[in-house]
């Protein structure tokens, strides 16, 4: 029988255990058939995703989204308020959105068409994720705050992001995309931007009484200090649900 239960209590993890961490492999490579096998608006793919574990090599990439990607400002500007667990859970699975679809069926779509198919298509791939992570028993937090990406330092920050993909994945995406060239020529001329970030983790230490209005504090291993509120936010109420009850009382 399906475990409503599993949804009841759903919330977004805002700290997850450093101690219980383990990710099997297994469930590695269950997660990345279930991705590769999402469908996309028009067959269109304008994203891809990269999972970060905790090797040195990904806490890198991890630390720089946290530090430049995934916070907003509150306290009338003065605080930033990170989505801590980009940094801090035990694995993320990160949307990368690409300024060109890297796989076109449709070209002659406009450039307002590609735009739109490429955010539905992303909202399947972070919905159906999302799902997976919980019915697999993980916690997980789902950010969309990127605002640290699209401030004064945009630019800067959008070369430092793309070099960094480049250098490291620059085998695997090479394969990937030159089975699907397009118009444009698509390796050189695509410019890849951070999008939603799946943080996840075999276990919560949050608090899940509602989150008040003060900061919490949570420290690296580097000794930088990240600012977050812990706790549950206020839940939009969860009905939105038409003709279903008509069905099934």
């Not at 605002?147 to 394969?175: C, P, Q, S, W």
């Not at 983790?201 to 200090?225: L, N």
Request: glycine fraction near 6%; proline fraction near 4%.
């Amino acid at each position: 029988m399906l475990d409503k239960t599993v949804w009841e209590n759903r919330h977004t993890t805002r700290l997850f255990s450093e101690e219980n961490i383990n990710i099997p492999s297994d469930d590695l490579k269950y997660l990345e058939t279930v991705i590769n096998n999402i469908p996309s608006q028009c067959s269109i793919k304008s994203h891809f995703w990269i999972y970060l574990g905790q090797s040195a090599e990904d806490m890198k990439l991890r630390t720089w989204l946290a530090d430049n990607v995934f916070w907003i400002m509150k306290e009338n500007n003065t605080i930033k308020e990170h989505m801590l667990g980009v940094i801090q859970a035990p694995a993320i699975i990160l949307s990368i959105r690409c300024s060109d679809p890297w796989a076109n069926t449709e070209p002659d779509k406009t450039d307002e068409d590609h735009l739109e198919l490429a955010v539905r298509s992303e909202g399947f791939h972070a919905g159906v994720i999302l799902a997976t992570l919980l019915n697999m028993n993980y916690n997980v937090a789902t950010f969309g705050c990127a605002n640290g990406f699209h401030n004064k330092d945009h630019n800067e920050k959008t070369a430092e992001f793309n070099k960094m993909i480049r250098d490291r994945y620059v085998n695997e995406l090479e394969e990937l995309v030159s089975k699907f060239p397009g118009d444009a020529g698509n390796w050189d001329d695509i410019r890849f931007s951070p999008s939603i970030s799946t943080c996840f983790g075999p276990e919560a230490i949050d608090k899940q009484e509602e989150v008040g209005t003060v900061f919490e504090k949570w420290t690296s291993p580097s000794g930088k200090d990240y600012r977050f509120y812990n706790g549950v936010k206020t839940r939009t109420p969860a009905a939105a649900c038409v003709g279903f009850r008509r069905n099934y009382e």
